[in-house]
């Protein structure tokens, strides 16, 4: 089921929210959680949404790339479903993004992400994953984990002078930030 998602300024979005236990990822409610955040990301062309976002304090996010309309230069992320998510930056280095969010409607900004991080979750079935991500889909994973607490990527813009819709980042913005980041893909992958 496609659900209402909340914009920034309501205060779910600020909440930390609440590990989910083995008993209630294997339950009824959490599986139709995870299958509308699954409808609603895609119908919203999101590469990810997280349980803030439809108004629920559970640490789950549900995160796909494929082929996105809403962020061309993304690389394809599987459908990968994100059970009380750990993540860790695994050195220093950052790179800047420009990130928009589906709670953020009609803006955009430029963010510092960790290249590379580590991330410890469970999947729908209670399997445990450890894998590391990098480049923009471990920016990804950064924007989605934020969400789980209360952290907007509004909060991350240390320049205010690049927020900007997306009809202004398509008009000045958009092809600079594309050979920029298309660089970037290349040289550390996804
Ligand atoms: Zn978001």
């Not at 994953?129 to 990527?153: M, S, V």
């Not at 202004?168 to 980041?181: K, L, N, P, S, Y």
């Amino acid at each position: 089921m496609i659900r209402e998602i909340l914009t920034i300024g309501h205060p779910v979005l600020r909440r930390r929210a609440r590990e989910i236990t083995r008993d209630e990822l294997a339950g009824a409610p959490v599986q139709q959680l995870i299958d509308d955040l699954i409808d609603t990301m895609r119908n919203a062309n999101g590469a990810g949404i997280a349980a803030n976002q439809v108004g629920e304090t559970l640490r789950v996010t549900v995160i796909e790339v494929n082929n996105n309309p809403r962020y061309p230069y993304k690389p394809q992320i599987p459908l990968t479903v994100v059970i009380n998510p750990v993540i860790e930056a695994l050195d220093d280095e950052t790179f800047m993004v420009n990130e928009g969010c589906l709670s953020v409607p009609n803006l955009r900004g430029e963010v510092s992400r960790f290249v590379s991080v580590r991330v410890r979750y469970l999947d729908r079935e209670g399997n445990a994953h450890d894998e590391i991500k990098r480049g923009l889909t471990a920016g990804t994973f950064q924007h989605e984990c934020d969400h789980l607490d209360g952290t907007l990527f509004v909060d991350r813009v240390s320049d205010p002078t690049t927020f900007s819709t997306w009809e202004q980042f398509e008009r000045f913005h958009r092809a600079a930030f594309i050979e920029r980041i298309s660089r970037f893909v290349e040289r550390v992958g996804s």
